[in-house]
């Protein structure tokens, strides 16, 4: 089942594998095109998700995820179809429209959704990107386009028990994050906390910690969602937020 959430003035569904048509490995709602699965599938995917969040004729905002910091500003000098879908470059989007569908899609990465009382954004953080500054960007954007407190929502993504990571790269990241975004796997290697650090980046950004929830879903142990890491070649999940 799709986990739903209201957040300020945002309604956010993180979505899982249930409810869509595609065939394995990418069973079945897979919510991403450059993954090789078959294009007709992942549409009507899509637009069963949309109706899931009960917006069938928004405008979609389907960031090409890049591992960057770059989180659009979806405002109303961006011209948009209606019903139609845009695939603009970036790990994030942010809006204070109605009837703009944002999404953020993972298998192991984090769907994060960020909102206040009038703008709402959906983020997509890896390490590099939580490292490298797309949360802050996330908040930065919902507070230029919106008004009130902010919160947010990160979904089902890799926990530090499964993200084991090369020693020498931790030390690098670790060098320029801090120590609190290191840890160990369950077997005692180094890992990467990607919740600690995602934590840490909406501190930096000055989000009060009680208003982050966490959702404690770890998509290598959980079957109901995609992981690139237990799996390879399979599907990605994420969350979408309409403003409403
Ligand atoms: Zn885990």
Redesign the pocket.
Known sequence: MPIERRLGGARALFTDRFGGVSAAPFDSLNLARHVGDDPDAVSTNRARVATMIEAPDAAWVIPRHVHGSTVLRIDETIELGVGASHHPEGDGAATNRFGVLLSALGADCAPIVIANDTACAAVHAGWRGAVGGVVEAGVAAVRALGTGRVGAVVGPC??????EFGAAALTDIVARAGPSVAGRT?TGDPAFDLRGAIRLAFAHAEVDDADVEVLDV????STDHYSYRRDGVTGRHGVVVIKV
């Open positions: 890799i926990c530090v028990r499964h993200y369950q770890c998509t290598v142990e």
